[in-house]
């Protein structure tokens, strides 16, 4: 009766909140999150019933309507995210997008939890999302460190590894390569933040978002060689029916659309971003190459304050606990707060979720991996060798953690696959429906939002391109619209060329992380080997079992699979008796199997890493040209030259993957097709702002210009009529909830090009300022007419001199002409700029990749004005 009531009442609120919603929906759309009890799920803004009542009882709602609007420019399929990302994305540059998302509830299982900096580089042009992923993530004491041992807690400390200790290369923050640092944040906790920012980006508000619908088809009519004239049309039905509210891999949840009502949506463009299951991929026959079935896996969710608080007085929290003991091996990750999740090896089909992981059978696993506190701190570390003082304690124990509660157990299978290509037509792949990863390293989730990012500026400058060609003269020539034509399909090859090798090597260095994994069980006396060969068993027995004892009797059947079972769970123990007392006690087996973790620990390279920063920010695109001939091609080496897929680069980390892998510049370096070097400069000429606000080159390309200073961000397109250039008119703090949901102009991708002010220009730098904006606008008029590009001068602290009438006039203009205030003067306060480029420039793309780097003159424009043209797919 009491959770009756607190549905009612839920709903009560949900359906005011929804009225209001409708009368005003973007003044209302901050007040709609609605708090509920820690175990009901919180609810999403969305047009549907996003409430439950009890976390055991969650059902899906059919109450969501087909899409009202029959056809957009693109459909995004899947909601997770990568989805989620792409659809901010679109809406920043004006595009509107249909999003499909079967589920109707977010997800409450952790899942993904780690972002790399090149993400959150990603997240700082999105309405204060990085702002936001700092300080909802944990300190960093919780998961700095992962902890090899016996149990979590009372247990042989084995080893530990810091990931943020000085001398291993892994800063906090990497502030001289990156603006950001990474981030531990669960994904169930990322996905609100970014939806809550979807909507309030979206022109059509929640209007743009399909819950509780399933996609079930694509159909792509094809139009000429070009396929400019391509339509997708997307299938899409309500969910009828779903037996949880957290969808995954697993396939556990099940959604039944078949039945209910269709609807269609048109579009120019499709990206499926709907998962390693989703249909499109499949639909599309698109393949795929690498290993389906590296590892099968179950994922324990499971909470406990008491474990929490306890890791945490023993100087014992981490991100990552590997344990090792007769009862149980797990790796159990620890999430923000009280939530954990346990993964441990899982032998399919001989094991089953109903036999072998029971919600009781889960919660004994997890006991073991547990522990319990001691009643005295007791050195367990095997660094200083003194068995004795390790050992002698050991037995003492206090209390077991009486909180835990298991929330939901799913299975999962750990592959390395990628696919053919990542495009047909106008679908287009991202995410795990391209890709998929082991998840040692963290690259899975980032990858796909970095796909997003990749696929957002083209979509987008192509839609702005083509309703350009529309108000062009009806007389153009046949060349000139073969050239457009080519530019449609030109997204697909271009997205395919540059983002499947970033996929690839992403692949295979996880493929290398999972393998690093392997070597600490390895030194205790549990061989990869072995597993791999116990799942091939498993695999050969059922298909005898199948094959041939099916003819016979259930009984025989039975028997037979009976003992198997028991033989793989003799097996299991048999491995895991490695980690009892022979691993625990002090005799020379243990010492020597202690002391070769404690040694893998010691090392930066042989055990997991949780940063990759050549991997995370140094991959190269094949842009697909040069600079100009007469620029300074920066001839830096390479990171490494193993992205040729030679038979002598092949082996096990490869995991039977095709194809080149992406080439790697070392960040900080200058590369054609890498991303542009991360420098601080101060903005010197911004509607009147002056030199308060510090940014990083990476933020050139966007419309809105971070303060690095304080997490304010200076908004270019919608500067105010103050002529006191005070900071209130032009700084606006998107970290506060007040201004997330604020609504923003949208603008077209946004190109750069850096010039660096000549130090022998007499000083006078506004006579500098004339002839490079001169050269840009022959830039503009010889490039697609749709393209915002914008200039900025970078300067020394000693080049920049008294304003001239000229200038205040350009500043303001530029308040009430948000046009042109695509030219910013900039200071290097450090010269690492300069130190960076020389006397080039650099064509710095919407996605912070370098497209070109040259001379600024009249005979450099020409390659300046060709590279544009390259990039954007127009010949």
């Known amino acids: 009766a009491a959770a009756a009531a607190a549905a009612a009442a839920a709903e009560g609120v949900m359906s005011r909140a929804m009225r209001a919603l409708s009368r005003n929906p973007i003044a209302e759309r901050g007040d709609m999150t609605l708090r509920f009890n820690r175990r009901a799920i919180v609810s999403w803004t969305t047009s549907s019933t996003w409430t439950s009542t009890s976390w055991s009882s969650r059902r899906y709602s059919s109450s969501t309507s087909p899409p009202t609007t029959t056809e957009v420019p693109v459909v995004i399929v899947g909601g997770g995210p990568v989805g989620l990302t792409l659809s901010i994305l679109l809406s920043k540059f004006g595009v509107d997008s249909q999003l499909v998302e079967r589920r109707t ?99 059509r508000g929640l209007g743009g978002f399909s819950l509780g619908m399933q996609c079930v088809g694509v159909s792509q009519e094809r139009v000429g060689v070009s396929q400019v004239g391509n339509t997708v049309t997307a299938e899409v039905r309500t969910v009828t029916h779903a037996t949880d509210g957290d969808s995954g891999d697993s396939g556990e949840t099940s959604f039944s659309a078949q039945r209910s009502r269709a609807s269609k949506i048109k579009c120019k463009h499709l990206v499926a971003a709907d998962g390693a299951n989703g249909g499109v991929r499949s639909w599309l026959r698109i393949g795929n190459s690498g290993t389906a079935d590296m590892q099968h896996l179950v994922n324990v969710h499971f909470t406990s304050q008491a474990l929490a608080d306890a890791l945490r007085k023993e100087n014992n929290s981490a991100m990552l606990h590997f344990v090792f003991n007769p009862a149980v091996i797990a790796v159990v990750v620890s999430h923000s707060g ?17 036999e072998d992981f029971s919600f009781a059978q889960c919660l004994e696993l997890v006991r073991s991996a547990v522990g319990s506190v001691p009643r005295s701190s007791v050195g367990s570390s095997v660094a200083d060798g003194n068995a004795a003082a390790k050992f002698g304690d050991s037995t003492t124990r206090a209390a077991t953690i009486d909180d835990l509660r298991i929330e939901s157990v799913r299975e999962w299978k750990m592959s390395a696959l990628v696919a053919d290509k990542f495009h047909d037509g106008n679908i287009f792949l991202a995410g795990d429906a391209a890709h998929s990863f082991p998840p040692a390293g963290g690259f899975g989730m980032n990858t796909g939002i970095q796909d997003a990012h990749a696929l957002a500026w083209r979509i987008a400058a192509w839609h702005l391109g083509n309703e350009s060609d529309k108000n062009c ?48 069980p390895a030194a205790i006396g549990l061989d990869p080997r072995a597993a791999n060969a116990l799942q091939q068993l498993t695999n050969v027995s059922n298909f005898l079992s199948d094959s041939l004892l099916s003819q016979l009797s259930p009984e025989v059947h039975k028997a037979s699979r009976d003992a198997q079972r028991k033989a793989l769970s003799m097996s299991l123990a048999l491995g895991r008796s490695q980690c009892g007392q022979l691993l625990e006690s002090d005799n020379v087996l243990g010492n020597a199997r202690r002391a070769e973790v404690a040694k893998l620990c010691a090392s930066d390279s042989d055990t997991l890493r949780l940063q990759f920063p050549d991997v995370d920010l140094g991959f190269v695109y094949d842009v697909d040209g040069v600079g100009d001939e007469d620029g300074e091609k920066n001839s830096r080496p390479f990171v490494d030259d193993t992205s040729k897929n030679t038979k002598a680069n092949r082996d096990d980390d490869d995991a039977k993957i095709v194809g080149p892998s992406a080439k790697l510049a070392a960040p900080g370096t200058l590369f054609l097709g890498a991303r542009v070097p991360h420098v601080w400069v101060s903005l010197g000429d911004v509607g009147g702002v002056g030199g308060v606000a510090q940014v990083s080159t990476l933020d050139l390309v966007e419309p809105v210009l971070r303060d690095a200073g304080d997490d304010r961000v200076i908004e270019l397109i919608e500067l105010g009529d103050d002529e006191s250039g005070s900071e209130k008119n032009h700084l606006l703090d998107l970290g506060s909830e007040k201004n997330q949901n604020q609504k923003h102009e949208p603008s077209a991708p946004t190109f750069a090009v850096l010039v660096s002010v000549p130090e022998n220009d007499d000083g006078n730098h506004f006579d500098f300022e004339g002839k490079a904006e001169a050269l840009i606008e022959r830039v503009r008029l010889e490039g697609p007419g749709h393209v915002r590009l914008r200039l900025v001068l970078v300067s020394r602290p ?21 046009a042109t205030s695509l ?53």
């Open 338 to 354: 009280d939530e954990f999740v346990a993964q441990m090896p899982f032998f399919p089909p001989l094991q089953t979720l109903r």
């Open 823 to 875: 030219t910013v003067l900039a200071v290097d306060p450090a010269g690492s700029w300069k130190s960076l480029v020389g006397t080039n420039s650099v064509l710095v793309r919407p996605d912070g990749h370098v497209g070109w780097i040259g001379k600024l003159d009249g005979k450099g424009i020409s390659g300046l004005a060709a590279a544009l043209r390259r990039a954007l797919g127009r010949r």
């Open 798 to 818: 000693e080049e920049k001199t008294k304003e001239s009438k000229k200038s205040k006039e350009k500043e303001k203009e530029s308040k009430t002409n948000p």
């Open 105 to 203: 509830t977010p997800t409450t299982h952790p899942q993904a939890h780690f972002i790399n900096s090149r993400s959150r580089e990603i997240f700082r042009g999105m309405r204060g999302l990085d702002a936001a992923v700092t300080k909802a993530q944990p300190p960093l004491a919780d998961w700095r460190h992962f902890i090899y041992a016996t149990r979590m807690l009372g247990g042989v400390e084995l080893g530990r590894v810091d990931h943020f200790r000085e001398n291993s290369g892994e800063g906090v923050c990497q502030r001289s390569v990156s603006p950001t640092s990474v981030a531990h944040l669960s994904q169930h906790k990322l996905e609100p933040m970014l939806f809550q920012r979807a909507v309030a980006s979206h022109p």
């Open 473 to 520: 003269s009806k007389d153009s020539s046949s060349s000139d619209r073969d050239s457009d034509d080519g530019h449609l399909e030109s997204i697909g090859k271009a997205y395919t060329r540059e983002r499947r090798p970033v996929a690839v090597r992403n692949a295979r260095v996880s493929v290398g992380n999972f393998r690093n994994v392997l070597k600490v």
